[in-house]
């Protein structure tokens, strides 16, 4: 962590006379926005938005009849959670959600992604809903519509009622599948009067192999790889299960799609051979959960790749599970491979990524922002869609509050401005790239990291819950109010 730098000393450094200059952020700070650039912006009408979910802020785990969950019981065992916090608390977003959403509103953003805690709503997955649960999802809902902003209601982001893992071990059985879908069903017909477009599940790339492969999320479990093929398949089984419901129950014109961390590729170098090699390679690395999404087949490399270890399935689940989707939603942070073309295999070659490749405040998070770029590009073009949302795209960083109150991040400022150059450089050539939720408002619990990794715009203090503009809120609110990356 660097040392907190004073008014002065940080006047000095800028170059500023301190007598000159009341406050570097005030000469610095777009309050009113800079006047709009010449040159190319996003598209009218792009949709810019910010993210959370629910364990990660709401808090009240035990209040108005929440169940548990299945990361209530993971957080108390030792060692899981790094700096040792859980989200019993949180950003006690269940009280100050009015607050919240006047910090999404000062950004000028015209969406909110938020996710609905399946064990508020169903406390044990299945049976009686709880009224008093669901009700504060009505309550967030009014009072996103009468601020202006549109809500994007995400029906899973990891928080799976305990009840379920007890009874059938959770994604590991296809009953949890059928009890979603009747969940998704409950949710779409008493929220879609106001909601209009729904992700199901937030990143099956991530819960099913860490949560059951590797152990380091909920629910903790290490099973051999074919169950961890076989979970795979369960969660692109729940997902065509809630978009089926979705339909059968919600409101005519409801749009639904998913929201994956894809499996990031883009070419090493751009000739017209490792673009295509990147296109092949973005098919394959997501062949398990995207792919079989988008195309109701699971490909032969894939199947063969896994061997035995292939999952179990019947051609009706594959219809299921290829149900057509209205958008694509993908959660893009980080170049997971760098590809060249090859004339072995599949025709394409990930290859090995330097350690000294650069990265964020989080190890993982490598500074790739053409990813953002090719990405949706090859993605359009292999499954031949015309909406996609960038479901997530965001940084932690080093966060510090300075003497003088002020959160100067510009780390994550460059993160974004870059990640956002390169977005809009794809909206330009007319990938339909529709909008952009940025993860994330707040600082808020980071899964694995605690409260350690602060994602946020605004900077969290969790004894206080006081809420901090970070620099970061200026740079989002100048680039929604222009319409343009700021570049
Ligand atoms: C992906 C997850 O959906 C979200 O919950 C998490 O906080 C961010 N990435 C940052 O790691």
Same mark, same amino acid.
């Given at each position: 962590?660097?040392?907190?730098?004073?008014?002065?000393?940080?006047?000095?450094?800028?170059?500023?006379?301190?007598?000159?200059?009341?406050?570097?952020?005030?000469?610095?700070?777009?309050?009113?926005?800079?006047?709009?650039?010449?040159?190319?912006?996003?598209?009218?009408?792009?949709?810019?938005?910010?993210?959370?979910?629910?364990?990660?802020?709401?808090?009240?785990?035990?209040?108005?009849?929440?169940?548990? !969950?299945?990361? *209530?019981? /993971?957080?108390?065992?030792?060692?899981?959670?790094?700096?040792?916090?859980? #989200? =019993?608390? %949180?950003?006690?977003?269940?009280?100050?959600?009015?607050?919240?959403?006047?910090?999404?509103?000062?950004?000028?953003?015209?969406?909110?992604?938020?996710?609905?805690?399946?064990?508020?709503?169903?406390?044990?997955?299945?049976?009686?809903?709880?009224?008093?649960?669901?009700?504060?999802?009505?309550?967030?809902?009014?009072?996103?519509?009468?601020?202006?902003?549109?809500?994007?209601?995400?029906?899973?982001?990891?928080?799976?009622?305990? !009840?379920?893992? *007890?009874? /059938?071990?959770?994604?590991?059985?296809?009953?949890?599948?059928?009890?979603? #879908? =009747?969940? %998704?069903?409950?949710?779409?017909?008493?929220?879609?009067?106001?909601?209009?477009?729904?992700?199901?599940?937030?990143?099956?790339?991530?819960?099913?192999?860490?949560?059951?492969?590797?152990?380091?999320?909920?629910?903790?479990?290490?099973?051999?790889?074919?169950?961890?093929?076989?979970?795979?398949?369960?969660?692109?089984?729940?997902?065509?299960?809630?978009?089926?419901?979705?339909?059968?129950?919600?409101?005519?014109?409801?749009?639904?799609?998913?929201?994956?961390?894809?499996?990031?590729?883009?070419?090493?170098?751009?000739?017209?051979?490792?673009?295509?090699? %990147?296109?092949?390679?973005?098919?394959?690395?997501?062949?398990?959960?995207?792919?079989?999404?988008?195309?109701?087949?699971?490909?032969?490399?894939?199947?063969?790749?896994?061997?035995?270890?292939?999952?179990?399935?019947?051609?009706?689940?594959?219809?299921?599970?290829?149900?057509?989707?209205?958008?694509?939603?993908?959660?893009?942070?980080?170049?997971?491979?760098?590809?060249?073309?090859?004339?072995?295999?599949?025709?394409?070659?990930?290859?090995?990524?330097?350690?000294?490749?650069?990265?964020?405040?989080?190890?993982?998070?490598?500074?790739?922002?053409?990813?953002?770029?090719?990405?949706?590009?090859?993605?359009?073009?292999?499954?031949?869609?015309?909406?996609?949302?960038?479901?997530?795209?965001?940084?932690?960083?080093?966060?510090?509050?300075?003497?003088?109150?002020?959160?100067?991040?510009?780390?994550?400022?460059?993160?974004?401005?870059?990640?956002?150059?390169?977005?809009?450089?794809?909206?330009?050539?007319?990938?339909?790239?529709?909008?952009?939720?940025?993860?994330?408002?707040?600082?808020?619990?980071?899964?694995?990291?605690?409260?350690?990794?602060?994602?946020?715009?605004?900077?969290?203090?969790?004894?206080?819950?006081?809420?901090?503009?970070?620099?970061?809120?200026?740079?989002?609110?100048?680039?929604?109010?222009?319409?343009?990356?700021?570049?």
């Amino acid at each position: 962590m660097s040392d907190p730098v004073s008014r002065r000393q940080f006047a000095k450094l800028a170059g500023l006379s301190a007598a000159g200059v009341a406050s570097p952020l005030e000469a610095l700070e777009v309050k009113p926005v800079s006047p709009p650039r010449s040159g190319n912006g996003f598209p009218a009408g792009f949709l810019w938005g910010t993210a959370t979910s629910s364990y990660q802020v709401e808090g009240a785990v035990n209040e108005d009849g929440r169940g548990a !969950s299945i990361w *209530d019981k /993971f957080v108390r065992i030792p060692g899981k959670i790094e700096d040792g916090t859980n #989200g =019993d608390r %949180a950003n006690e977003h269940y009280q100050r959600y009015k607050e919240d959403v006047a910090l999404i509103k000062e950004l000028g953003c015209k969406a909110y992604r938020f996710s609905v805690a399946w064990p508020r709503v169903f406390p044990d997955g299945d049976g009686k809903p709880n009224l008093k649960g669901l009700d504060f999802y009505n309550r967030l809902i009014d009072e996103l519509l009468k601020n202006g902003i549109e809500p994007w209601l995400t029906l899973y982001h990891w928080d799976l009622p305990q !009840s379920l893992q *007890d009874r /059938f071990g959770g994604w590991r059985s296809t009953e949890t599948c059928k009890i979603f #879908g =009747d969940y %998704a069903a409950y949710v779409a017909k008493h929220l879609t009067d106001r909601v209009k477009n729904v992700f199901t599940l937030n990143e099956s790339g991530r819960f099913v192999y860490f949560g059951y492969g590797i152990g380091i999320d909920a629910p903790g479990l290490t099973l051999p790889q074919a169950e961890v093929n076989q979970i795979r398949h369960n969660s692109a089984l729940a997902h065509g299960l809630a978009v089926q419901a979705v339909r059968a129950h919600g409101r005519r014109g409801t749009r639904v799609g998913p929201a994956e961390n894809i499996d990031a590729c883009a070419p090493a170098i751009d000739t017209p051979e490792n673009v295509r090699a %990147a296109g092949i390679a973005l098919r394959e690395m997501n062949a398990g959960y995207l792919n079989v999404i988008m195309t109701g087949k699971y490909t032969d490399a894939f199947l063969k790749f896994a061997g035995p270890n292939a999952p179990k399935y019947t051609d009706a689940e594959l219809k299921i599970i290829s149900s057509p989707v209205d958008f694509l939603g993908l959660n893009i942070y980080a170049p997971q491979h760098y590809v060249v073309a090859s004339d072995q295999g599949a025709g394409f070659m990930p290859l090995p990524i330097p350690k000294s490749f650069p990265h964020m405040n989080s190890d993982w998070l490598r500074v790739g922002p053409e990813t953002i770029y090719w990405v949706p590009k090859l993605a359009a073009k292999i499954w031949k869609t015309d909406a996609i949302y960038i479901s997530e795209n965001g940084t932690s960083s080093d966060d510090v509050i300075t003497a003088d109150g002020k959160i100067y991040d510009t780390d994550r400022i460059m993160y974004l401005r870059n990640y956002l150059a390169q977005l809009q450089r794809a909206t330009t050539e007319g990938v339909p790239v529709r909008g952009y939720f940025l993860w994330s408002l707040m600082d808020n619990f980071e899964w694995v990291y605690g409260l350690n990794k602060r994602f946020g715009l605004y900077h969290v203090n969790f004894d206080t819950q006081v809420r901090t503009p970070k620099l970061s809120a200026s740079f989002y609110r100048n680039v929604i109010a222009n319409n343009a990356a700021g570049v």
